[in-house]
């Protein structure tokens, strides 16, 4: 006999337990973020290495976008991409990315380079990507959930950065400024669109995997940065060491 699904309520709520078990808020490098207490260098290491992830979720976005053949859904998609990329040269979160980069005292063509990235940030971001191309679309879709609870994550931020930290303004602060409305109309879509689809047991079962495997590409991110830039120190050979690619 086949399990039963969950009713749809309960599913959402399901996939919402996960976010507050696991999302990366929990995490202590963010707890530390956002109350203060990093040093400067551990504010650029994670400002270095977060790059990598902004910079690979557009390329995420299209590798999805080339997989999907219902005008509808793509039409729904690109606007993450151009939330990214922008629309011309200096727009969009790629570029305000680089403008908490230059805030924070690290050379923007440095960060850009994508020199110096932890190999576990690079190993987690890059099966994100991987994860997103290959797996079916429900899957890809349900992974982008996390996003459901990153507004508190980026409303949390702000405030922390500006009450702790000199280089936090109107200029350092504008990524998460705009997360806080593309964020929620992204997500908006992408929960509809798999609670209408995955309807039965086995579906249900393997999109709360996709969201938990999400959760696990973050948190491996920030557990890499806490390693290699936290107490004890142990920077792995050819990542970035403090004093490198600064303005
Ligand atoms: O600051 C954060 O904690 C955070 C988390 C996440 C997330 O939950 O994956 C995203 C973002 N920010 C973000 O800015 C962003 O553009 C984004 C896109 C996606 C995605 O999976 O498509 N996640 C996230």
């Given amino acids: 006999m086949t399990a039963r699904p969950d009713t749809r309520e309960f ?16 995490h202590p490098f963010h707890q530390r973020l956002h109350s203060g207490d990093c040093t400067p260098d551990q504010v650029r290491a994670w400002v270095i ?39 011309a040269p200096g727009e969009g979160g790629i570029a305000r990315w680089l403008k908490l980069a230059e805030g924070v005292g690290l050379d923007p063509d440095y960060v850009a380079s994508e020199v110096g990235i ?10 994100y990507v991987r994860f997103v191309r290959d797996e079916p679309l429900l899957l890809a879709v349900a992974s982008s959930l996390t996003e459901l609870f990153a507004p508190k994550i980026h409303a949390d931020r702000i405030a922390g950065l ?17 997360r806080l409305t593309e964020a929620p109309q992204d997500v908006a879509f992408g929960l509809a669109w798999v609670l209408d689809r ?37 920077i792995p050979p050819g990542a970035w060491q403090p004093g490198e690619g600064l303005l």
Avoid: C
Wanted: a positive charge; hydrophobic letters at 40%.
């Fill in 162 to 178: 500006l009450k702790h930290y000199e280089f936090a303004n109107e200029t350092t602060i504008s990524y998460f400024k705009h």
């Fill in 198 to 234: 995955a309807v039965t047991k086995a579906d249900q079962d393997a999109a709360a995997r996709a969201l938990i495997f999400k959760t696990e590409v973050l948190w491996a991110q920030l557990d890499a940065l806490w390693s290699a830039y936290v107490e004890p120190s142990r």
């Fill in 11 to 26: 599913f959402e709520a399901r996939l919402r337990a996960i976010g507050e078990e696991r999302y990366h808020d929990r």
């Fill in 118 to 127: 932890l190999p576990a940030t690079r190993f987690a971001v890059d099966a």
């Fill in 49 to 87: 290495n977060r790059y990598y992830y902004q910079s690979r979720i557009p390329m995420k976005d299209a590798a999805f976008m080339s997989r999907v053949s219902d005008p509808a859904l793509r039409r729904a998609w690109r606007s993450r991409i151009e939330d990214h990329d922008g629309r």
